[in-house]
């Protein structure tokens, strides 16, 4: 999803919002051990599961509601959830039959098959408009419907009883176990949707019109402030459940994140760019690493970006290492393609990793950018380059990265830019509705398989790819890995390595790093899960405790 997912981990990508002078949070700190205080970078801008696309919501998600499947304590791993075992899967592999376990939602009432059944065919309903919907295209006519071309009652999922779900796929899917740990294939209540439902609008706009399924329940939600997640104590593995509350605060600001930090107001924290430099060799410093990409999307709008051999200009005038060493600071890899370190390259039926197999280092070349760039001026009929909007984040660390980029095109290609440091809902609306030159992206997994990446980003048509770029070759690549009739898996593999070769050497982004961050996490608190499986939430606090 866009860190994350632009984190989006994030996806499709991750920041936002509060003042930059610490205060006094009050509740909970250090001495109440049964309170966690922490911050996010960013409010979730949707907690509806059929709809929502971003890390910050992810992460509440995933601490609020549960499905079939969740990620294990080792944060590398996934386990049944509200599914009671492994599921019974035919020869064919087209067919799974989850059993479910007794659970029950926040307010007492069963969690059930149906609950899964309308939650999966609601975000494939085309009125529900989902950005997202395509995560559940493997179900058996599921894309069919999501385009109006077959009935809901044509989608491969079924409650059979209320603890029986019956699922058919579309095609061999060998990470789909990784999906239903996914926060579009959460349960919801229909009567709770329709409560508070779309023409109301204010289903999971609040913290008091949606049920929990999970090991907390979301009770409070200051817009744009912090949200507080309290215990769910009809959560069926409640026992395992430590801490009584999670207060979170929203802060965008580097300088009051630290300083929250440092003198106790917070035990958890994100480290900021500036910051890392000081305190990655801290005890307290602990690195992640996201299995995240980022990258500039340049939109095929405007006419200068059209030009192939400008887009390849804006690739090789930034210096990626360059950026990491003396920006990011940190432990993210400078990029050279579209998919992470971390991510498989067929899924759950290997395990092996797909940059392993295909390494591809980043590229710098100012000379050669300037001289294409030159060339490309010609091309499109153009003595002098226009100002470009580049539009990122209002957080300290993408404020650094646009005037790095600014600073980068200015003096390799005599470029002007123009960076617009935007709050994170706006930054998200904006790639959107196309209002940029250049944006700053990232996409986090949605599950470990390289499809995540190359598959679900830059298709044409594809929400995601807000710059709008298409390539037919590159589509039919894609398609083909997709739908694998064939069930070969290394065919699977080489089709989609060559469609991210097309994307690259026609410079269809910028890749600029894949993502590790620091968080500061302070010696007593115990267990908090920071994944590294590569996809889903960036941390989970089912099992933490305060020592």
């Given at each position: 999803?866009?860190?994350?997912?632009?984190?989006?981990?994030?996806?499709?990508?991750?920041?936002?919002?509060?003042?930059?002078?610490?205060?006094?949070?009050?509740?909970?700190?250090?001495?109440?051990?049964?309170?966690?205080?922490?911050?996010?970078?960013?409010?979730?801008?949707?907690?509806?599961?059929?709809?929502?696309?971003?890390?910050?919501?992810?992460?509440?998600?995933?601490?609020?509601?549960?499905?079939?499947?969740?990620?294990?304590?080792?944060?590398?791993?996934?386990?049944?959830?509200?599914?009671?075992?492994?599921?019974?899967?035919?020869?064919?592999?087209?067919?799974?039959?989850?059993?479910?376990?007794?659970?029950?939602?926040?307010?007492?009432?069963?969690?059930?098959?149906?609950?899964?059944?309308?939650?999966?065919?609601?975000?494939?309903?085309?009125?529900?408009?989902?950005?997202?919907?395509?995560?559940?295209?493997?179900?058996?006519?599921?894309?069919?419907?999501?385009?109006?071309?077959?009935?809901?009652?044509?989608?491969?999922?079924?409650?059979?009883?209320?603890?029986?779900?019956?699922?058919?796929?579309?095609r061999v899917t060998p990470y789909f176990l990784d999906l239903v740990a996914f926060p579009n294939y959460l349960p919801q209540r229909e009567d709770i949707v329709k409560q508070y439902g779309d023409k109301a609008g204010k289903f999971a706009k609040e913290a008091s019109t949606n049920v929990y399924s999970g090991p907390f329940k979301l009770t409070e939600w200051k817009h744009e402030q912090s949200y507080t997640m309290e215990k769910n104590d009809q959560y069926w593995d409640a026992k395992s459940v430590k801490l009584n509350k999670i207060v979170t605060k929203v802060m965008k600001d580097s300088s009051a994140t630290i300083n929250a930090?440092?003198?106790?107001?917070?035990?958890?924290?994100?480290?900021?760019?500036?910051?890392?430099?000081?305190?990655?060799?801290?005890?307290?410093?602990?690195?992640?690493?996201?299995?995240?990409?980022?990258?500039?999307?340049?939109?095929?709008?405007?006419?200068?970006?059209?030009?192939?051999?400008?887009?390849?200009?804006?690739?090789?005038?930034?210096?990626?290492?360059?950026?990491?060493?003396?920006?990011?600071?940190?432990?993210?890899?400078?990029?050279?393609?579209?998919?992470?370190?971390?991510?498989?390259?067929?899924?759950?039926?290997?395990?092996?990793?797909?940059?392993?197999?295909?390494?591809?280092?980043?590229?710098?070349?100012?000379?050669?950018?300037?001289?294409?760039?030159?060339?490309?001026?010609?091309?499109?009929?153009?003595?002098?380059?226009?100002?470009?909007?580049?539009?990122?984040?209002?957080?300290?660390?993408?404020?650094?990265?646009?005037?790095?980029?600014?600073?980068?095109?200015?003096?390799?290609?005599?470029?002007?830019?123009?960076?617009?440091?935007?709050?994170?809902?706006?930054?998200?609306?904006?790639?959107?509705?196309?209002?940029?030159?250049?944006?700053?992206?990232?996409?986090?997994?949605?599950?470990?398989?390289?499809?995540?990446?190359?598959?679900?980003?830059?298709?044409?048509?594809?929400?995601?790819?807000?710059?709008?770029?298409?390539?037919?070759?590159?589509?039919?690549?894609?398609?083909?890995?997709?739908?694998?009739?064939?069930?070969?898996?290394?065919?699977?593999?080489?089709?989609?390595?060559?469609?991210?070769?097309?994307?690259?050497?026609?410079?269809?982004?910028?890749?600029?790093?894949?993502?590790?961050?620091?968080?500061?996490?302070?010696?007593?608190?115990?267990?908090?899960?920071?994944?590294?499986?590569?996809?889903?939430?960036?941390?989970?606090?089912?099992?933490?405790?305060?020592?």
């Open positions: 999803m866009k860190k994350k997912k632009l984190v989006p981990f994030l996806a499709i990508t991750l920041v936002a919002s509060l003042g930059v002078t610490a205060c006094s949070f009050g509740g909970g700190g250090a001495k109440d051990k049964g309170t966690l205080t922490v911050t996010d970078r960013a409010e979730p801008p949707n907690l509806d599961s059929a709809v929502s696309t971003d890390s910050a919501s992810r992460n509440v998600l995933a601490n609020t509601q549960e499905g079939l499947y969740r990620h294990s304590k080792d944060g590398k791993s996934i386990e049944p959830a509200l599914a009671e075992g492994e599921p019974k899967i035919s020869p064919d592999k087209l067919t799974y039959t989850f059993k479910l376990r007794d659970s029950k939602w926040s307010d007492g009432k069963p969690v059930t098959a149906k609950d899964f059944e309308f939650a999966w065919k609601r975000a494939l309903a085309p009125e529900t408009a989902s950005e997202y919907a395509f995560i559940l295209h493997d179900l058996k006519n599921g894309k069919a419907y999501n385009e109006k071309k077959a009935k809901a009652e044509d989608v491969g999922v079924k409650a059979l009883d209320d603890k029986t779900l019956e699922v058919k796929l579309e930090y440092n003198t106790n107001q917070v035990q958890v924290t994100l480290l900021g760019t500036d910051y890392i430099p000081k305190y990655k060799d801290s005890k307290e410093a602990k690195a992640v690493a996201e299995g995240s990409s980022w990258y500039l999307e340049m939109n095929q709008k405007n006419k200068l970006l059209q030009n192939k051999k400008i887009r390849q200009a804006l690739n090789l005038a930034l210096d990626k290492k360059e950026f990491q060493a003396n920006v990011l600071q940190d432990k993210s890899v400078p990029a050279g393609g579209l998919v992470p370190p971390e991510i498989k390259a067929n899924g759950n039926d290997a395990n092996k990793l797909y940059r392993e197999l295909f390494p591809e280092e980043p590229k710098f070349d100012a000379q050669k950018a300037k001289s294409l760039f030159d060339e490309g001026l010609k091309e499109a009929g153009l003595s002098q380059a226009p100002v470009l909007e580049m539009v990122t984040d209002d957080t300290t660390a993408a404020k650094r990265h646009g005037e790095y980029v600014k600073d980068a095109y200015k003096k390799n290609l005599g470029l002007e830019i123009k960076v617009s440091a935007v709050p994170f809902k706006q930054r998200l609306d904006r790639g959107k509705k196309g209002e940029f030159d250049l944006l700053a992206s990232g996409w986090h997994a949605d599950y470990s398989d390289s499809l995540s990446f190359i598959g679900d980003l830059f298709t044409s048509g594809s929400p995601y790819n807000r710059g709008k770029w298409s390539n037919k070759e590159y589509d039919a690549l894609v398609k083909k890995a997709r739908e694998n009739t064939t069930g070969n898996v290394e065919e699977r593999l080489q089709n989609l390595r060559k469609a991210e070769q097309i994307l690259l050497e026609d410079a269809g982004i910028v890749p600029e790093y894949y993502r590790s961050v620091y968080y500061m996490v302070k010696p007593e608190v115990k267990d908090m899960v920071f994944n590294s499986a590569g996809f889903g939430e960036e941390y989970s606090f089912k099992w933490a405790y305060i020592e």
